[in-house]
């Protein structure tokens, strides 16, 4: 077969096939990477600090290129309203949030609601006892950290008094005080603590590639095409070779019957 197959016609034909395999595996490959372009979540700089309202504004949704970004704001504490959020971890372990009802400044005059996450307790005795003991001024002042989208609201009824979700929408059924100029839709994870509670551990936000199944499909199949190319030469070869032994067998056949 390997006879035939050195023939300059089956020769240009290989060199066709490939030639398509090449052009097949190029598309292959060109697949490859527009599956790891398309699920790419582009890092974002997050650790400029910017000013809260020139990024974010109240009763507006919080995108993912925001979650995570440092910020920092003006404004005032609203006194007693805070709340403890259970089920938190920091760094593997399960404890307790101090959050505090934040009034930032915004270009309007009114304050709009930030959720604040002062520190982080081992026990809601500790926590309790550290929330009960804060009395902030009514100065105005800066509050910086790294700004998170919104938690979902908790769906649990059998723990009826208990907040597990930092969730700006239900903080505002909570929230013994209105903000005039509405709710901001993420929450702070406070830079700094107050005295008695652990710093919260808030790391840069990592940047992670997906990978699109779609185009890892339409990769194979190219692959697949690639080989399929130099196959078809191997099958057109062999099947020229079958002929032509075919003949030769035939021929014997006729002169044997020839002679007897």
Avoid: C
């Amino acid at each position: 077969m390997w006879s035939v197959a050195r023939r300059p016609r089956w020769i240009a034909a290989l060199v066709f096939a490939l030639a398509l395999a090449a052009g097949f595996a190029a598309l292959s490959q060109w697949q490859l990477a527009r599956s790891v372009q398309n699920g790419t979540v582009a890092p974002t700089s997050t650790e400029s600090v910017e000013e809260l309202s020139s990024i974010a504004r109240p009763q507006s949704p919080v995108t993912d290129k925001l979650d995570g970004q440092l910020v920092e704001t003006r404004g005032t504490w609203v006194a007693g309203d805070y709340e403890i959020i259970s089920d938190r971890l920091n760094r593997g372990t399960a404890g307790y949030w101090v959050v505090g009802h934040f009034s930032a400044a915004t270009k309007s005059g009114d304050g709009a609601g930030l959720a604040v996450a002062l520190g982080w307790a081992p026990t809601a005795a500790k926590a309790r006892s550290v929330m009960h003991g804060l009395d902030p001024s009514t100065a105005e002042v800066m509050v910086s950290g790294r700004y998170n989208v919104g938690e979902a609201p908790q769906d649990s009824d059998f723990e009826k008094g208990k907040l597990t979700t930092v969730s700006p929408a239900a903080m505002m059924n909570v929230w013994k005080t209105t903000d005039k100029a509405g709710v901001y839709g993420g929450y702070l994870v406070s830079g700094t603590t107050v005295a008695g509670l652990d710093t919260i551990y808030s790391p840069k936000p990592i940047s992670t590639v997906q990978v699109d199944l779609l185009n890892i499909f339409y990769a194979i199949e190219w692959i697949v095409f690639a080989g399929f190319a130099v196959f078809l030469w191997y099958r057109l070869v062999r099947d020229a070779w079958e002929r032509e032994e075919e003949e030769k067998l035939e021929n014997e056949l006729l002169q044997r019957a020839e002679v007897n």
